[in-house]
């Protein structure tokens, strides 16, 4: 087995933020089925994998222009990528027992990823609720974790608030004034969306944030993150697809959706 292998594969299409939590300090706050022992019994190290700034979106383009059926096959797309590059890596491990994980709308089990990312040093939280990692700021996405029987070294968590002292531009800079008491609302930011289309492909307050901005997504991964119905069609043409030969369409933002939230812990301890 071979976890540096694992991790410079992984790296290598995208998925470059990594960190190994403590599935102890996981059970802590997991409800009993997404406790550790009941995902994986004989679980010793708890592998997360994210990917920093726009690096898994440009892997993305080269796999569909090389496979367009990629696109034509999948509802989510860079899900799909990154399962597949995960498959392709997970050989590494050789004979170690693992279940894997992923944060995607259609996962089999919803897990906290900011709670795993945060276990595993990845980031701070910050003021908008987001991690917000050493290198890459803001532009981190949660992709993958791995509950293993390997015995690791864990991750050092970022205990320090990230935002302190910190001008506070993601602030300022809002238009939906969504901030309440120095931290973001997402009430707020939810309402000013149903009565306004400034946002709808963008987040100036993330993109004022002066942490890891080389690392901003370009526009067109800012449009397919943030309101896919516009995003499906326009990652077609970036990867050279013709509309009628895909399957899909994107799904636009549901904004008044945020209030109802996704059981990611399982309920009490």
Request: aromatic content about 8%.
């Amino acid at each position: 087995m071979d976890v540096d292998a694992l991790r410079s594969e992984l790296a290598g299409i995208g998925l470059n933020a990594f960190g190994v939590a403590d599935p102890a300090r996981w059970d802590v706050s997991a409800g009993r089925e997404r406790q550790a022992q009941h995902l994986l019994p004989g679980t010793r190290s708890i592998l997360v994998f994210g990917s920093g700034g726009p690096a898994l979106w440009n892997a993305l383009l080269d796999d569909l222009r090389a496979h367009p059926e990629h696109l034509c096959e999948e509802a989510h797309p860079l899900d799909a990528y990154a399962r597949r590059a995960v498959s392709r890596a997970d050989s590494h491990l050789g004979g170690a027992r693992r279940r894997w994980f992923f944060a995607s709308g259609d996962a089999e089990l919803h897990l906290d990823f900011r709670m795993l990312a945060d276990l595993a040093g990845l980031g701070g939280r910050s003021r908008m609720g987001l991690l917000l990692h050493p290198e890459f700021g803001l532009w981190l996405g949660l992709r993958a974790a791995c509950f293993t029987d390997l015995a690791l070294p864990f991750s050092q968590r970022i205990e320090v608030d990230p935002c302190v002292g910190c001008p506070a531009p993601c602030i300022t800079t809002c238009p939906g004034d969504a901030f309440v008491d120095g931290a973001w609302s997402v009430d707020r930011c939810s309402a000013f969306h149903e009565a306004s289309r400034r946002c709808d492909s963008s987040c100036d307050a993330r993109g004022a944030c002066p942490k890891g901005a080389e690392h901003h997504y370009g526009p067109e991964e800012l449009v397919y993150h943030y309101d896919r119905a516009a995003g499906r069609p326009l990652l077609r043409a970036l990867a050279g697809i013709d509309a009628d030969a895909d399957g899909y369409e994107g799904v636009g933002p549901h904004w008044n959706t945020w209030r109802k939230k996704v059981d990611v812990r399982g309920g009490s301890a």
